[in-house]
């Protein structure tokens, strides 16, 4: 009894450092040699007085001969501390503009990105007027209307990627529990279109002179004014023009679609319009009649595959 652990020791129990060395309440204690302090009144602590008083520093006094004198501790001059404050600023200051980090940061070769962008999409919905909104409903993709997405969180993004063959489709939760993602999960979570029979076709990526559907690619260039051959639609510019078509219309159905697909839905990589759509919204009567459920599914498990495929390659897995 009496006594505490301190580490793998026993050590008798602290009353308190006053008690202990058996100094009043009203005695002062220096904190350098614990000797006893008596109060001192009227006296100016002067550096004449302070260097008549301090004999610390003198190697000619032992520690036993400061107990009972009286012993000034030098205060840091308020000026001195404002230099050392300042100093202190200055480096925080350089760390943050070179951006140093004292938590250690993982060393990835190949971080996790994704260009899947659902938080400009809702912003796009929430600017549409009462004619626009109509306008994707009935086309089948008034859900998407109804989007809440502030940010991409891509932790749980690649955790999801991870999880999911491409291959096979399998979806694995943890051990023993999977499941096969099919179209009719795309339909539970989007309710968009699915037609049965009807698949949506892509444009072939062959050559300009051989592609049979090379107009169509090259007419929306000439709509966003740039190259006809190899021209890139920037997603910014597409998403504009959105905004500007407060009316609906055709043009802002097709547009829509293709913009859905490009930033969340189908996403690429250099953020700009993907052009292989443009047929199966050539005809916008045609466009909720596709089974747009495989065709999001079949784009995913492709991705999936050739994402995994480059982390093998660049010997990051």
């Known amino acids: 009894m009496g006594k505490k652990t301190l580490g793998n020791g026993n050590a008798a129990k602290r009353r308190g450092l006053r008690s202990s060395l058996g100094l009043g309440d009203g005695a002062k204690v220096s904190e350098v040699t614990g000797a006893k302090v008596p109060e001192v009144t009227g006296t100016s602590h002067t550096d004449e007085h302070i260097g008549e008083q301090d004999r610390r520093s003198d190697p000619g006094v032992s520690e036993g001969t400061n107990v009972g004198k009286m012993i000034v501790i030098r205060e840091v001059p308020k000026v001195m501390k404002r230099v050392r404050d300042a100093s202190l600023n200055q480096t925080l200051l350089s760390m943050k503009k070179k951006k140093i980090s004292s938590v250690p940061q993982e060393n990835t070769l190949n971080p996790f990105r994704t260009n899947c962008c659902g938080k400009r999409l809702c912003e796009l919905n929430e600017a549409f007027t009462s004619e626009q909104k109509k306008a994707v409903t009935e086309i089948g993709f008034g859900s998407l209307l109804h989007l809440k997405i502030t940010r991409t969180n891509n932790a749980l993004s690649a955790w999801l990627v991870d999880r999911f063959d491409g291959g096979s489709g399998m979806f694995k939760v943890g051990y023993g529990k999977e499941f096969k993602v099919n179209q009719y999960d795309v339909y539970d979570v989007f309710q968009f279109p699915m037609v049965e029979g009807q698949d949506v076709l892509d444009v072939s990526r062959g050559p300009n002179a051989d592609n049979p559907h090379f107009d169509l ?38 547009l829509y679609v293709l913009f859905a697909f490009s930033s969340f839905l189908a996403p690429v990589t250099n953020n700009t319009l993907d052009l292989r759509l443009v047929l199966a919204v050539h005809e916008v009567q045609k466009i909720p009649h596709y089974n747009w459920c495989k065709y999001i599914l079949g784009r995913l498990m492709y991705a999936n595959v050739l994402f995994k495929n480059s982390m093998w390659s660049n010997g990051t897995k």
Do not use: H, P
């Not at 260039?221 to 609906?248: C, H, T």
């Open 217 to 254: 690619k090259a007419s929306w260039r000439e709509y966003f004014k740039v190259d006809r051959e190899k021209g890139q639609i920037g997603l910014s510019a597409v998403y504009s023009e959105l905004k500007k078509l407060v009316d609906g219309g055709e043009v802002f159905k097709k």
